[in-house]
């Protein structure tokens, strides 16, 4: 096992990020693997496992032995939207409760920031004022989590703890399993699962099936002045939909740390309205660390011949 597991060559791929770091990472903590950096691929029937972030459209399909694909994240969109993309080869996602955790802590700030008017205070203190404010601290403020699975699962417990009434929706039915949580799957339930939230969290992978789910028919049916906070994929949103529903005042705010192009273009107009906070995909990630241990345990997993948990469905898209 560890001499198969010495002979395994390890490519990454990326067009949009330097995985310098990646590769520095698994050089100290596995000295014994090949790993090669794109453009130094070597020879394509060398390389067992891709490791990969918005890999080249193409490139995987060109690798004739890969035992596996794996993702640098949580999601796979990224992968999956390549067309060459060799549906046969397994393909792996990080899941990392860590990176859970933080992005449970991002999604509570995005919500209590907004619910506790902090702009107000924060623009206050710009100006030296000590700005007093009228706003209630409800004890009723609906959180709605589209998506309820590693992270989202993460956010409503944290939310739930401090005391907002939850909302989690997801594919297929699940149990709520804590207090203050109401679940809800399916198109069918989708409408009861809106119903005037507050604030509504998109924590679902990006999928045929999900792509324009942030649209005005799902702004239309939640709580006037309703929060969006999207921290799922810029394909969720129906950028659009966004702008009109701001403008009639049907959502009140959003905040957003995907977009369909990132960086999000200097010339966007999500950046001429202050009711639209902007982060730079920063809501969670996991270390190199982490994603060089979740390859190698897949890959000894793939060479027992078992296959781990992080399989993704690529029918399904996630
Ligand atoms: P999981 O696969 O663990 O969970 C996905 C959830 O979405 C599941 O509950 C699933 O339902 C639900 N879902 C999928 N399709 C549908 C649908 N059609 N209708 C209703 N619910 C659906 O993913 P993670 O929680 O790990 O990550 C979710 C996404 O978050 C990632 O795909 C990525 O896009 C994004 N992300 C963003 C980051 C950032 O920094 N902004 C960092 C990490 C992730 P079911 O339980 O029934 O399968
Ligand atoms: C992920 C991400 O999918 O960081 O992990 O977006």
Known sequence: MANR???SCIALLSESLDLTFLKDAFNRLHPELDVRLEPHLGRYDEIDVAVCWMPPPGQLAKLPRLQFVQSLGAGVDHILADPK?????PLCRVIDPMAATAMAAYVAWAVVHRHRGMGTYLDGRRRNEWVTSTDRVAP???????GMGAMGTQCAQALTAIGYEVRGWSRTPRSAGMAGLTVFCGAEQMQDF????????CLLPLTRETEGFLSGKVFS????????????RGGHLVERDLLDALRTGQVGAATLDVSTIEPLP???PFWLDARILITPHIATRSSADVIVAQTVQNLAS????QIPDAVVDVAVGY
């Open 5 to 7: 597991m010495s002979s």
């Open 85 to 89: 993309f060799p549906s046969q080869v």
């Open 140 to 146: 009723r403020y609906t959180v709605g989590i589209a």
């Open 194 to 201: 809106l119903a005037d939230c507050d604030a509504l969290i």
């Open 221 to 232: 049916q939640l709580a006037r002045g309703a929060h969006i906070v999207n921290v799922g």
């Open 266 to 268: 200097v010339d966007h």
């Open 302 to 305: 793939f060479q027992c011949g």
